[in-house]
């Protein structure tokens, strides 16, 4: 299945330095780190390829045959999807065809490691909610306890 | 993060909070004749900022923490908070006009914004607040100063602060500040990685202090970072390395951090705004001597930025991209904090040196 995806915005924000991609999950306090071919990925996400195109971009740019591309190009995309970093773009996705077996990039190509995404949760106590506050039927600013 | 409800038309968002700011507006006029007020301006991040606070506890709640920014009266205010105690002035904002079920948290704080208009409510410490950033306007009701919780002292108007600085193109930050004449340096991190025992180690030395929490980093010609608050806040059990500080809560320091007003006591080394020099990340490395080395600005942003996004209502990708560019234009060091406080200053300074030429 090809699908094209947009970055979760503005539940999801990011920033890239360095080749280093920080993206904050604004609903969970997730947050995560994503170098290398992750960072591409996320670059080519945000340019609006699709699963295709950026599984053809991470054959052509890495010495990767393109068959394996595709495989880690859709896991990885799966991956930020489940972390809702990522949505489907148009709520749809579109049956094409799986690429057959590329040939291995050409020599000038870089090392390829599979995209990784980085995970860091320690932060999630900042948007702990506290139940006991919820606002009664008069809305806040008023608390429970004073009406 | 912008929070607003979708199923409602802008238009009717940006009516209802208008109508609310100016109901705020009333019910201030109608507080202040109900108590005393006192103003007073301070000048923070180089800006000069009015505060009308009805009610006294309230005012002394809100003040501590900023006393070393307090400046003489002058006249154009850039922004003008109206503050007052709901209990002591017997003044109670009506509820909000949207529904319950389309806000939204960040950390314990509801938040809502319509054009410049934006509106929170802290639901831990009872306080709601609108300010309207084109005008240069807020309106803050506490429930009662008496019910506040203890830490808010430490850190008030914060989410205000934080709106309206955004406008200015000033970043509040997650992160405390130490410097000498030449400049300052930033350190970032999450709570507990030593930010307030390398900040104090530094003021003990003699340094500029400009805040071990939270202070505002702007990049100009060349980037600056300013002092917010003067309450430091420090675990009870690292109080006894520092016998000169004096907490404001020495009674409760079984279930409370240690609240330490650094004015007037050392109101000569707390120092309003400097260049900034570099961020630097702390950890307490266990070993006796301090040292730095240096880091990736990408490390420094996965240290301050999430931990200054998700506590501040309302702040998304606009503070990420501010934080971004800050971590860039100056350089970015790990401060490996030793047992031996007196190392920490000895090193910062080391660092000062080198970037200050």
Redesign the interface.
């Known amino acids: 299945m090809n699908a094209a995806f947009r970055i979760n915005q503005p539940k999801v924000i990011h920033e890239n330095i360095d080749g280093e991609v920080v993206v904050i999950n604004l609903d969970s306090g997730t947050y995560y780190s994503l170098t290398d071919s992750a960072a591409r990925i996320w670059d080519w996400l945000q340019a609006g390829d699709d699963t295709t195109q950026i599984a053809a971009r991470l054959g052509h740019e890495y010495a990767v045959e393109s068959s394996i591309a595709h495989t880690e190009a859709t896991r990885f995309l799966q991956e930020l999807q489940s972390e809702n970093l990522i949505v489907f773009a148009n709520g749809r996705q579109d049956a094409v065809a799986t690429p057959a077996s590329g040939k291995p990039a050409n020599g000038s190509a870089r090392a390829f490691q599979p995209p990784r995404l980085q995970k860091f949760t320690d932060m999630q106590e900042l948007l702990l909610l506290d139940p006991i506050h919820e606002v009664d039927e008069a809305g806040w600013p008023r608390m429970k306890n004073e009406s | 993060?912008?929070v607003v409800d979708s199923s409602t038309d802008a238009t009717d968002r940006h009516a209802g909070a208008s109508g609310y700011f100016d109901i705020a507006r009333e019910h201030f006029a109608l507080a202040e004749r109900s108590a005393t007020v006192v103003t007073e301006d301070f000048r923070i991040a180089g800006l000069r900022i009015r505060l009308r606070c009805a009610g006294t506890a309230l005012h002394d709640f809100i003040t501590t923490a900023l006393a070393h920014l307090r400046v003489e009266p002058g006249d154009g205010p850039e922004l003008t908070v109206g503050l007052w105690d709901a209990q002591e002035t017997g003044v109670?904002?009506p509820?909000?006009p949207w529904?319950?079920d389309k806000?939204r948290?960040?950390?314990?704080t509801?938040f809502f914004n319509a054009g410049s208009i934006h509106v929170y409510?802290q639901?831990?410490a009872?306080v709601?607040g609108v300010v309207d950033t084109r005008r240069g306007e807020a309106f803050v009701?506490v429930?009662s100063a008496a019910a506040v919780p203890y830490y808010e002292q430490s850190h008030p108007l914060r989410t205000i602060l934080h709106v309206w600085l955004a406008t200015r193109e000033r970043q509040l930050v997650h992160a405390g500040a130490v410097g000498t004449s030449v400049g300052a340096v930033m350190l970032a991190g999450?709570s507990g990685c030593g930010k307030s025992t390398a900040t104090l180690a530094c003021l003990r030395a003699g340094m500029l202090y400009l805040g071990d929490d939270y202070t505002v980093a702007w990049d100009g010609a060349r980037p600056h970072v300013a002092s917010l608050y003067s309450i430091a806040k420090l675990n009870p059990d690292n109080l006894a390395r520092f016998p000169e500080l004096k907490p404001l809560n020495a009674a409760r320091l079984a279930s409370q951090k240690a609240l330490v007003p650094l004015h007037p006591q050392f109101a000569a080394q707390l120092a309003p705004v400097l260049p900034l020099r570099a961020i630097l990340l702390p950890w307490v490395s266990g070993v006796k001597n301090s040292r730095l080395t240096s880091t990736?600005?990408?490390q420094l942003?996965?240290a301050m930025?999430?931990?200054t996004?998700?506590?501040l209502p309302g702040a998304?990708?606009s503070a990420?991209?501010a934080?971004?560019e800050l971590?860039?234009r100056v350089p970015c060091f790990i401060l490996e904090s030793g047992s031996d406080l007196a190392t920490i200053p000895a090193a910062i300074q080391e660092i000062l040196i080198e970037t200050g030429s």
Not at chain 2, 105 to 108: P, S, T, V
Request: proline share 5%.
């Open positions: 993060m912008t109670t904002m509820a909000a529904p319950d806000r948290a960040r950390g314990e509801a409510y639901i831990d009872g709601l009701q429930a999450m990736t600005a990408s942003l996965r930025a999430p931990s996004v998700l506590q998304g990708q990420l991209r934080l971004g971590v860039t």
